[in-house]
């Protein structure tokens, strides 16, 4: 589905992605994990064309995007759940996730089959079909990250790549909305979640990546990224006292 090989993006004289080489087949959830600066959104970014790679080569589906538009990656069948959401605060809810649909309404998608769409988002976030109406600057958090995810999905994409979905977000609507993205996936959607609550990323994924300044070190198959002691040391223990935090003295 995505191959990355050796890409190297800098902002100015600053480099941030080092050789960093990755892939997602087809039907897999794909976590990368790092600490913050790591790299991590930049990578989703240039694979978005959001931002322009210095060096090497980015392939989605077999066809070299590397340097195209956001809206021809969006028609190539990929789609980003940006950071912090960014929903559109002062327009409704059913609205944002129009907006979701329209690089493949502008290329012909016929009316009923964005009714059949926005149904199907409608059966994963049945919350969005009862707020259709309301601004989206007035949905909580964990409610905006549920829009933003499903006005990805409005473009029908075969990769969804999401950029850490848990953040801000308190641990019971973390889970709700980890176990969509499980669904997601089910249905038949590619997913690369990005994510620092790496325990969550990787009890959902198959396979792992760790980003370290620009470089990937690790890569294998989730439970064994889970057993690693460098991940443990450095990605999971923060997690464990945060539970700690959480329970009740
Ligand atoms: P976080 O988890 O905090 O979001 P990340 O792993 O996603 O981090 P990036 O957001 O990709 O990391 O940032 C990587 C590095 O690139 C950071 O040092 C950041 O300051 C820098 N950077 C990101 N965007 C820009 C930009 N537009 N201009 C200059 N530097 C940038």
């Known amino acids: 589905m995505l191959r990355i090989r050796n890409l190297d993006v800098a902002y100015g004289s600053v480099t941030v992605l080092r050789r960093a080489s990755l892939h997602v087949a087809a039907g897999e959830i794909v976590a990368l994990i790092g600490a913050n600066g790591a790299g991590k959104t930049t990578l989703l970014e240039a694979v978005t064309g959001l931002v322009r790679p210095?060096?090497?080569?980015?392939?989605?589906?077999g066809r070299d995007v590397a340097g195209l538009r956001t809206e021809e990656t969006v028609a190539l069948g990929c789609s980003l759940v940006p950071e912090g959401r960014q929903v559109f605060p002062s327009l409704s809810v059913r609205d944002n996730l129009l907006l979701g649909a329209h690089v493949q309404q502008r290329r012909g998608r016929p009316r009923h089959e964005l009714a059949r769409d926005?149904?199907?988002?409608?059966?994963?976030?049945?919350r969005?079909?009862?707020?259709?109406?309301?601004?989206?600057?007035?949905?909580?958090?964990?409610?905006?990250?549920m829009l933003?995810?499903?006005?990805?999905?409005?473009?029908?994409?075969s990769l969804l790549m999401l950029d850490e979905p848990s953040m801000g977000l308190a641990p019971l609507v973390v889970?709700?909305?980890?176990?969509?993205?499980?669904r997601i996936r089910e249905e038949g959607c590619t997913v690369l979640?990005?994510?620092?609550?790496?325990?969550?990323?990787l009890r959902i994924a198959q396979?792992?990546?760790?980003?370290?300044?620009?470089?990937v070190v690790l890569e294998g198959a989730a439970d064994e990224l889970l057993a690693?002691?460098?991940?443990?040391?450095?990605?999971?223990?923060?997690?464990?006292d945060r539970e700690a935090e959480a329970l009740p003295a």
Do not use: W
């Open 54 to 61: 210095r060096a090497g080569e980015i392939a989605l589906r």
């Open 118 to 126: 926005l149904e199907r988002v409608h059966g994963l976030f049945p």
């Open 128 to 145: 969005l079909a009862e707020r259709g109406r309301q601004l989206a600057g007035l949905l909580s958090g964990g409610e905006q990250q």
């Open 148 to 157: 933003a995810i499903a006005r990805a999905l409005m473009a029908r994409p």
């Open 175 to 182: 889970k709700d909305i980890f176990a969509v993205v499980s």
């Open 193 to 201: 979640l990005v994510e620092q609550n790496a325990r969550s990323a």
């Open 207 to 215: 396979r792992g990546y760790v980003l370290e300044t620009g470089r």
């Open 228 to 240: 690693n002691r460098d991940v443990q040391r450095a990605y999971l223990g923060r997690e464990i």
